[in-house]
T-cell receptor, first 114, second 113 residues
Framework: AQSVTQPDIHITVSEGASLELRCNYS??????LFWYVQSPGQGLQLLLK??????LVQGIKGFEAEFKRSQSSFNLRKPSVHWSDAAEYFC????????????FGTGTRLQVTL | KAGVTQTPRYLIKTRGQQVTLSCSPI?????VSWYQQTPGQGLQFLFE???????NKGNFPGRFSGRQFSNSRSEMNVSTLELGDSALYLC????????????FGAGSRLTVL
């Protein structure tokens, strides 16, 4: 069975500082990997996805993520955080071709201090 | 282009009642999936519909059901509500089951008293 671990429940960074959110997955083959963001009272917005190819993927809002097969990781990064990035971030894994059935991590809540 | 629309956005029910939630997918999207989000269990897959047929189902009791209409709109129903059913119910649509990218709606927040 597939699973996703986000070890950090809550992270606080200063505006302008860099950010890295960790995500580890368990899956038998190469999965489809996603990062979503959720603002309070809102649904999920897709930040970026990895299906195959270049292991460094670029997303919206200046985010990027790197797929590392050897570490079963898909960490999310941003060089300089803005106060508007404060939200909850979810990593998810899906089986190729049937990614409507996603398995999500428990999320990391990001707080940004001014 | 309109996004995924869920109605109602908020509702309050009492134990034992039933509830129906509605989801209109993005125009042209034919696959609709439902997720439950709670503080304790996180985001969990409920079911997926395509061409009016349920294709996948998560690990939820039979009180949770859904359907899809010919225009791809979907409804989910929860019967005999329990306190633990209080959650944000999220609908997501995609072009097809294998399209691999879900677009989520804002959700319907259900409170069971």
């Amino acid at each position: 069975a597939q699973s996703v671990t986000q070890p950090d429940i809550h992270i606080t960074v200063s505006e302008g500082a860099s950010l890295e959110l960790r995500c580890n997955y368990s899956y038998g083959a190469t999965p489809y990997l996603f990062w979503y963001v959720q603002s309070p009272g809102q649904g999920l917005q897709l930040l970026l996805k990895y299906f195959s190819g270049d292991t460094l993927v670029q997303g919206i809002k200046g985010f990027e993520a790197e797929f590392k097969r050897s570490q079963s990781s898909f960490n999310l990064r941003k060089p300089s955080v803005h106060w508007s990035d404060a939200a909850e971030y979810f990593c998810a894994v899906g089986a190729p071709g049937t990614a409507s059935k996603l398995t999500f991590g428990t999320g990391t809540r990001l707080q940004v201090t001014l | 282009k309109a996004g995924v629309t869920q109605t109602p956005r908020y509702l309050i029910k009492t134990r034992g009642q039933q509830v129906t939630l509605s989801c209109s997918p993005i125009s042209g999207h034919r696959s609709v999936s439902w997720y439950q989000q709670t503080p304790g269990q996180g985001l969990q897959f409920l079911f997926e519909y395509f061409s009016e047929t349920q294709r996948n189902k998560g690990n939820f009791p039979g009180r949770f059901s859904g359907r899809q209409f010919s225009n791809s709109r979907s409804e989910m129903n929860v019967s005999t509500l329990e306190l633990g059913d209080s959650a944000l119910y999220l609908c997501a649509s995609s072009l097809s089951p294998g399209a691999n990218v879900l677009t989520f709606g804002a959700g319907s927040r259900l409170t069971v008293l």
